[in-house]
């Protein structure tokens, strides 16, 4: 009985947090469009409200699919299609893709990238370090330093990605993996709470694990150990 009455009121969660998630970019959308008809208006206030509808717009878009895509992760415990990549490579790769938001804050990089190949899922690992990294940027403050390294062990593959930024409290620390969760509500139109979500599925769906080391004002560090050969696992 109480395990179902915690099913019911995490359910009932998840429908409450969808709702809240799609009301907000779905009132922008509504009116700026407003806005759009008043008579009169400015090129350049045309230009501003059109902006707000498009960012709004790909918001619903990013936070439909995630949505979809942990539903899909959620109820599968078999890994996905893999194959044999440089993960390196593809670390390099997603540091190139941030190029633009580290450098506009004048970030330090430390990188230390081990020549690794491994077998797993090439696009579901991308979005790890994507989700990652970009958090890392994102809380970074200016001027700061972000260290990835990448080494080969006995028992795995281990990357950790380090940062200098506002770090997070024991509270945060606990909840930072559950769906729409958002420790700090200063950046909270740039997310919706289900990018650590989305990585720590797929780390499980590749029998790893992560690890978050942090204090407030410290910065953060998450540390994440992929096994040489992933297996199926039960969750």
């Known amino acids: 009985t109480q ?9 009932n969660d998840f429908i409450s947090n969808v709702s809240h998630e799609f009301k907000t970019p ?5 009116g700026y469009a407003m806005l759009l008809q008043k008579p009169g208006l400015s090129p350049e206030k045309q230009a501003a409200y059109v902006s707000k ?3 709004n717009t790909k918001r619903l878009s990013k936070l439909t699919g995630n949505i979809l895509q942990l539903s899909q992760l959620e109820n599968q415990n078999i890994m996905p299609e893999k194959q044999v990549f440089s993960l390196d490579e593809q670390l390099r790769q997603v540091i190139l893709l941030y190029e633009d938001r580290w450098s506009q804050k004048e970030l330090e990089l430390d990188i230390n990238l081990a020549p690794v190949d491994y077998e797993g ?13 970009g958090n890392a940027i994102k809380f970074t403050n200016p001027g700061g330093s972000i260290r990835i390294s990448l080494q ?9 990605i380090a940062d200098t930024g506002i770090g997070m409290s024991q509270e945060v620390q606990k909840r930072m993996f ?4 958002q420790g700090n509500t ?11 979500t989305l990585a720590k599925r797929i ?5 790893g694990s992560i690890i978050v080391r942090s204090q407030e004002g410290a910065g953060a560090c998450f540390c994440i150990m992929l096994p040489i050969s992933p297996q199926k696992i039960n969750l």
């Open 121 to 133: 899922n090439r696009d579901l690992l991308f979005q790890v370090w994507q989700n990652i990294l």
């Open 53 to 55: 509808i498009l960012a």
């Open 152 to 160: 080969k062990e006995e028992q795995g593959v281990q990357v950790e």
């Open 186 to 196: 200063s950046h909270s139109s740039e997310g919706n709470g289900l990018g650590l």
């Open 26 to 30: 779905l009132a922008a959308i509504e």
């Open 3 to 11: 395990e179902l009455a915690s099913i019911e009121t995490f359910r």
């Open 203 to 207: 780390i499980d769906l590749h029998g």
């Open 178 to 181: 559950e769906k729409f969760y």
